[in-house]
């Protein structure tokens, strides 16, 4: 079995995702056809608590570990069956929350040669988002005009992606899983005050925007997950890829259905699996929380999951659709800073502006423009906590945000790109530096480099190179704008923040007027 980029690969090919989530372990064997269809092959899946050992532990047995290997030797032995040319395997909240992961992850490895990853909750976040605005759209033509707010509620941990016109501004994790509550407080201590006394705990309404609660354009409340498709499925079964809409009433009816049911009794008369059995109720209440304190007019189910979003981003061909939400976020989270947005935006244009001049000839990849995009709009966000000093302020706030779209490394290297906007160089005595690897050091380098020029041309915050031109003549690069201005501040600042540039390129900068006589 050969693990290949799948981009590389030209259909039809077979491919397989493997899903390590809290209680059960699932598998999917799929072809993509040439026109970037996919067709499922096969599904397994076998039952196993993890989520058990790390909500209570924090850990996972070697026990439920031996079991597992078992489990993924068999799924390996699948995708081999199949001559599959690229998996991936993944692993969720009860994993990712294990301090022992690591050791979980080398014993599979060793064992059954797969190699697991962490799907991160951004990770998940831009997946699941991609896929369900997609099906979405289809369904509800008007989507694209709405305010949304989705929520993934899983066994071990609830994503919640708030959109607005079909855009997502912000996403965010809580540890609020539908069978974590049975795990952590067992399953006859649960009620549903004890689940509304949980969620309150997590002060989520307060994160959310005011549209949400109040005002004139009512939300559509969206529920992804296992849980929820089977929840709704007492009143109407979703296919994997249908959209269903429910009037908040019939959410109620459902609710009433299932209120005085044991999870035994759900089993026997709905026919539904014993871990989501345990769940569906945890989740309705969710449901029911939300509806009561949010603007919600309607209710939206589509039939996705994190398997079938796996598999789309995988037959996804060109750009990603999602770059454009990971900008909308990044506005969002330096509006939640008070950021000046126009400086903002104006150093974030001329960033890009010499990034591009400079791509083709140093190397730079599209996924550094975007790192460079991100932190152009959110390195002076350290000035909500105080103006002195805030470059290491946006780094904590940048560090510490969550940013669905980008990897934690990529969220890591925003950060210290950020950090690196002013002030002192790269250090060996920073630690934000030191801990990096040498590729990430030497991008760090290039792209703070061009920020601090950026910063330096905005200085007076007067938009005054917003119709600059760039050349590259020999060893400098001339920075021309069409029309008279005094440049005096910004020739002060770019000698002293365009050492970095200098040192990483290997041009001088200048400043040019450009003339434009009759």
Do not use: W
């Not at 994993?95 to 060793?110: G, S």
């Amino acid at each position: 079995m050969t693990i290949s980029s799948i981009q590389k690969l030209k259909p039809p090919f077979q491919a397989g995702i493997i899903d390590i989530g809290a209680h059960s372990v699932r598998l999917e064997v799929f072809q993509i056809d040439k026109q970037g269809n996919e067709e499922t092959l096969e599904r397994l899946s076998q039952n196993l608590n993890l989520g058990y050992d790390v909500f209570r532990r924090g850990e996972i047995s070697s026990k439920n570990m031996n079991l597992l290997c078992v489990i993924l030797k068999e799924f390996a032995q699948k995708l081999d069956e199949y001559g599959v040319s690229y998996y991936r395997a993944v692993a969720t909240s009860a994993v990712r929350e294990a301090f022992n992961r690591d050791i979980l992850i080398n014993r599979v490895l060793v064992s059954t040669g797969l190699n697991v990853e962490i799907l991160e909750p951004s990770e998940e976040t831009r997946i699941l988002f991609t896929l369900m605005r997609q099906q979405v759209s289809k369904a509800v033509p008007d989507f694209h005009k709405m305010n949304a707010l989705a929520f993934a509620i899983g066994s071990g941990s609830m994503l919640i992606m708030f959109s607005e016109n079909g855009k997502l501004m912000f996403g965010e994790s809580a540890a609020l899983g539908t069978v974590r509550f049975f795990d952590e407080f067992g399953r006859y201590e649960l009620n549903p005050d004890k689940i509304i006394d949980l969620i309150d705990s997590f002060d989520l309404k307060t994160r959310f925007p005011e549209s949400c609660t109040k005002g004139e354009k009512p939300l559509a409340l969206i529920g992804l997950g296992a849980s929820v498709r089977a929840l709704i499925g007492i009143k109407r079964k979703i296919t994997e890829m249908e959209v269903i809409r429910l009037e908040p009433s019939e959410l109620h009816e459902i609710m009433d259905r299932i209120y005085d049911l044991t999870p035994e009794e759900l089993v026997h008369k709905y026919h539904i699996p014993d871990v989501l059995a345990l769940s569906i109720k945890p989740c309705g209440h969710i449901l029911s929380y939300f509806l009561r304190n949010l603007n919600c007019s309607s209710l939206i189910f589509p039939g996705i999951s994190t398997r079938s979003a796996l598999i789309n981003d995988m037959a996804r061909t060109g750009r990603d659709p999602f770059e454009e939400d990971l900008v909308s976020v990044a506005h969002n989270i330096g509006l939640k800073y008070n950021y000046e947005a126009e400086h903002a935006e104006c150093v974030t244009a001329i960033s890009l502006k010499i990034f591009d001049k400079l791509q083709k000839s140093y190397g730079l990849s599209n996924r550094s423009r975007l790192l460079l995009q991100v932190a152009g709009l959110l390195h002076d966000i350290g000035r909500f906590v105080d103006t002195r000093k805030h470059h290491k302020h946006s780094y904590y706030l940048i560090s510490n945000a969550q940013i669905p779209g980008l990897t934690d490394r990529e969220q890591n290297l925003v950060a210290v790109i950020s950090r690196y906007h002013r002030k002192a160089l790269p250090r060996t005595s920073h630690l934000e530096y030191t801990s990096l690897n040498s590729e990430d050091k030497v991008k760090v380098c290039k792209l703070a480099g061009i920020l601090r020029v950026a910063d330096a041309l905005d200085r007076a915050h007067q938009d005054k190179f917003k119709n600059v031109k760039i050349e590259i003549s020999g060893n400098r690069m001339l920075l021309k704008i069409p029309v008279y201005e005094d440049l005096s501040i910004e020739s002060v600042y770019l000698k002293k923040k365009g050492d970095l540039f200098r040192d990483v390129f290997g041009l001088k900068i200048r400043l040019e007027e450009e003339l434009h006589r009759l």
